[in-house]
């Protein structure tokens, strides 16, 4: 009987970015539509999509072994669990995302002093009722189901609500007065499982490739060919990971060179790469980089 580790997919906002980010790493998982075990090509996993902020709590009963969700459900659920990895991706980009307290344009509320005897909506009850507590304010906390932006002024004097960029914040005439806390995806597993040998060196396989390839999200293979008496300058404006790998060509006085860099530092070393005369350039894309 082959070994299982039940992971759990978050649902929602970090579903394509978690799917994708699996398939970078090795990993294909299918979704099926009304399907909430999706399909992946290791045997040795079982998927469950689960909303982001649920999963936090299956994982700590035992539920799930693992699952990835941000670790601001962890703490919202207060979920005692492990925390495998961290993970540096959200929903649109590579940012934290954050909590913040936000309110009218208009509105009179400049801090969190200012809240007292107001009526706060938000998905985040227990995040925003102990940022009530450790500020010694009393305020009315409401859960929202949803489309959090429009309630105030009528229905909430102000919101606790998740953000990358704030835009739709300000689309809807909101601004920020205070950010809660920033949050980023994390690898969480259950205490029981962790202890498992062979779970805990699943999970641990599964952090590797995951963490290689998001790190090779952010750069880019460059292969290019120098003159030997330019060598010294090409090598300057390549530092890469550990300094770029340089090989002699067949044809005397050439070298080749292979590096690892920066995907938006490349349009500026590029044009420089030219000035000095440096031939066959190619940029690659990356799947992974284990460090």
Same mark, same amino acid.
């Given at each position: 009987?082959?070994? !299982?580790? *039940?992971?759990? #997919?978050?649902?929602?906002?970090?579903?394509?970015?978690?799917?994708?980010?699996?398939? @970078?790493?090795?990993?294909?998982?299918?979704?099926?539509?009304?399907?909430?075990?999706?399909?992946?090509?290791?045997?040795?996993?079982?998927?469950?999509?689960?909303?982001?902020?649920?999963?936090? &709590?299956?994982? %700590?009963?035992?539920?799930?072994?693992?699952? =990835?969700?941000?670790?601001?459900?962890?703490?919202?659920?207060?979920?005692?669990?492990?925390?495998?990895? %961290?993970?540096?991706?959200?929903?649109?980009?590579? *940012?934290?995302?954050?909590?913040?307290?936000?309110?009218?344009?208009?509105?009179?509320?400049?801090? $969190?002093?200012?809240?007292?005897? !107001? &009526?706060?909506?938000?998905?985040?009850?227990?995040?925003? @009722?102990?940022?009530?507590?450790?500020?010694?304010?009393?305020?009315?906390?409401?859960?929202?189901?949803?489309?959090?932006?429009?309630?105030?002024?009528?229905?909430?004097?102000?919101?606790?609500?998740? +953000?990358?960029?704030?835009?739709?914040?300000?689309?809807?005439?909101? *601004?920020?007065?205070?950010?809660?806390?920033?949050?980023? +995806?994390?690898?969480?597993?259950?205490?029981?499982?962790?202890?498992?040998?062979? !779970?805990?060196?699943?999970?641990?396989?599964?952090?590797?490739?995951? @963490?290689?390839?998001?790190?090779?999200?952010?750069?880019?293979? =460059?292969?290019?060919?120098?003159?030997?008496?330019?060598?010294?300058? $090409? @090598?300057?404006?390549?530092?890469?990971? &550990?300094?770029?790998?340089?090989?002699?060509?067949?044809?005397?006085?050439?070298?080749?060179?292979?590096?690892?860099? %920066?995907?938006?530092?490349? *349009?500026?070393?590029?044009? %420089?790469?030219?000035?000095?005369?440096?031939?066959?350039?190619?940029?690659?894309?990356?799947?992974? #980089?284990?460090?």
């Amino acid at each position: 009987m082959v070994q !299982k580790i *039940r992971l759990g #997919i978050p649902k929602g906002s970090l579903q394509d970015s978690t799917v994708n980010l699996f398939k @970078k790493a090795g990993y294909k998982i299918e979704i099926r539509e009304r399907s909430y075990f999706p399909s992946i090509d290791d045997e040795e996993i079982e998927c469950m999509l689960i909303r982001a902020q649920e999963i936090a &709590r299956y994982v %700590e009963e035992g539920v799930l072994d693992a699952g =990835l969700t941000g670790r601001d459900w962890v703490e919202e659920n207060k979920a005692d669990v492990v925390e495998v990895c %961290e993970l540096s991706y959200s929903k649109s980009g590579f *940012r934290p995302v954050k909590w913040v307290l936000a309110v009218p344009e208009d509105s009179s509320i400049n801090s $969190v002093k200012d809240l007292e005897g !107001k &009526r706060i909506a938000t998905e985040a009850v227990g995040l925003t @009722k102990r940022y009530l507590e450790k500020n010694n304010v009393k305020a009315t906390v409401e859960f929202s189901w949803g489309a959090t932006e429009v309630k105030p002024p009528y229905l909430a004097d102000a919101i606790v609500e998740i +953000t990358e960029t704030g835009s739709s914040l300000r689309a809807n005439k909101l *601004r920020i007065v205070e950010v809660i806390m920033e949050s980023l +995806t994390v690898l969480i597993a259950n205490k029981t499982s962790i202890k498992d040998q062979w !779970k805990s060196s699943k999970l641990e396989n599964i952090s590797i490739l995951l @963490k290689a390839a998001l790190l090779a999200e952010a750069m880019v293979g =460059l292969m290019l060919n120098v003159k030997d008496e330019n060598l010294d300058k $090409v @090598k300057k404006l390549l530092p890469g990971l &550990r300094g770029p790998t340089v090989s002699p060509l067949i044809e005397k006085g050439w070298s080749a060179i292979n590096v690892v860099v %920066e995907e938006h530092k490349v *349009r500026d070393i590029i044009p %420089e790469l030219k000035k000095l005369g440096c031939e066959g350039i190619v940029e690659y894309p990356l799947n992974k #980089i284990v460090l």
